[in-house]
């Protein structure tokens, strides 16, 4: 009995080994490493989507011109409502600007973003964000909206919703226009005489990044965020002055997708649309590791001891990565009480960290694609490039941004773009304050 349990154990062994040897293979087969893509055919085909965006043809990157100058002044002493509508959270505060140009931030609250974990009718979500103006709005006629979903905007600076992102459930807003909305709304409430300025959140860190990038040189700018979802923006003549660009960057789709890439599209509330986002945002990458768990489970990569095979609800969240990576021993502690064996452990932690490190390489090849259309789309093509970083998945999620600059160096070796990065506490904010005026 006994040597027949020592060679159960034996054929364990080498079973657990043969399995460990095929999770490289199974990462490759289902395309979740950085090695899988093609660096140039990204870049290119990337900078030629933006192209075909600003000449308004068919692209997965829309372009949408923001109407406001890339060198807006910042006036001192003015008070500014600003509202900003995030992926998770919606900001309020009141905004000014002192004689040296620093921002002064007050009567600043935090909130839940209406319609996240619940549907909401277009009045239910009018009458929350008058409910949180309400410590601020006697204190200036001008807001700055900040509003960081697919917007059309005009060039009276209000946004027509083209369509929510990052799973929000207000299905009467779509096709509507925001600014006016909220005026209606306020004017219901015997709030008239309001302007309102609204914007995308990239939009807003580009302008907030200017004043610290003109003082290193910068001459061309771009704003970029990766926190619950992913976008940017950049600087290009509209045929009258240098507008800033929203490129809704979070819905290319040239891209290569492997079948666990697409099981997750299909368990969105937007499937086939804002693919890139989904490959690499906080909204997504802890469900797609998830599923690349449960998958390397059922083809017997990885030992079968995850509760959710079968409980949806024990989906790892992106924080709960950001742990794995960082400390797989605590993240056992917290999440499996200890039950895990070391060697599962390793190799949970090297799937993570082969779908967080294709996402860092993505992150890269975008923000060098932007930086060559930069280039592009300015006459002098040695100016230096500042790029205002900001969102909790880029700075948050453990590795994520060290393995970004490291990326972003190895491509710069080959194009010689000179380029600073740099991040502004409360970007959105600073921006859509200096926006509004």
């Known amino acids: ?87 998770t959270n919606l900001r309020v505060c009141l905004v000014n600007f002192d004689e040296k140009k620093q921002a002064n931030i007050e009567y600043f609250s935090t909130h839940s973003m209406p319609g ?104 061309q700018f771009i704003g970029f965020i990766l926190g619950t979802g992913t976008n940017a923006a950049f600087v290009a003549n509209d045929g009258q002055s240098n507008k800033i660009f929203n490129l809704e960057s979070g819905d290319f789709d040239e891209l290569i997708l492997g079948d666990i890439d697409r099981q997750l599209d299909r368990s969105t509330s937007n499937p086939g649309c804002y693919l890139f986002e989904k490959m690499i945002s906080g909204c997504y990458l802890g469900e797609l590791v998830t599923m690349a768990l449960k998958q390397a489970t059922i083809d017997c990569v990885i030992e079968d001891i995850w509760p959710f095979t079968t409980l949806p609800a024990a989906m790892l969240t992106t924080a709960l990565v950001s742990l794995l990576l960082a400390s797989p021993e605590n993240f056992n502690n917290e999440y499996f009480q200890n039950n895990i064996d070391s060697t599962t452990l390793v190799n949970i932690n090297h799937i993570a960290q082969s779908i967080v490190d294709r996402a860092a390489k993505l992150t890269a090849l975008s923000l060098s694609a932007i930086m060559l259309a930069s280039q592009k789309h300015n006459q002098d093509k040695g100016q230096s490039i500042c790029i205002n970083l900001d969102g909790s998945t880029y700075f948050k999620l453990h590795g994520f941004s060290d393995s970004c600059k490291k990326y972003m160096e190895q491509l710069n070796q080959s194009h010689g773009i000179n380029y600073h990065l740099i991040s502004t506490d409360n970007a959105p904010i600073i921006g859509a304050a200096i926006a509004a005026m």
């Open 1 to 87: 009995m006994d040597s027949y349990f020592r060679q159960l154990n034996y054929y364990k062994l080498m079973t657990m080994q043969l399995n460990n040897n095929s999770i490289d293979e199974f990462l490759n087969q289902n395309k979740l490493t950085a090695s899988n893509i093609d660096e140039q055919k990204f870049i290119n085909t990337f900078i030629n989507h933006m192209d075909l965006g600003l000449n308004k043809e068919s692209s997965s990157l829309a372009m949408l011109n923001s109407y406001i100058d890339s060198d807006t002044p910042i006036i001192t002493n003015k008070n500014i409502i600003v509202l900003d509508a995030g992926g």
């Open 116 to 219: 996240l974990s619940e549907h909401l009718s277009q009045s239910d979500f009018y009458a929350r964000l008058c409910e949180y103006l309400q410590p601020v709005i006697h204190l200036s006629d001008t807001i700055g909206f900040c509003f960081s979903y697919p917007t059309e905007i005009n060039e009276e600076k209000d946004g027509r919703l083209l369509y929510w992102t990052k799973e929000i459930n207000v299905p009467e807003m779509v096709g509507q226009w925001i600014g006016q909305g909220l005026l209606n709304a306020l004017h219901h409430q015997g709030h008239s005489n309001k302007r309102i300025c609204l914007l995308n959140d990239t939009v807003a860190t580009l302008l907030a990044g200017r004043p610290q990038g003109e003082s290193l040189d910068c001459q």
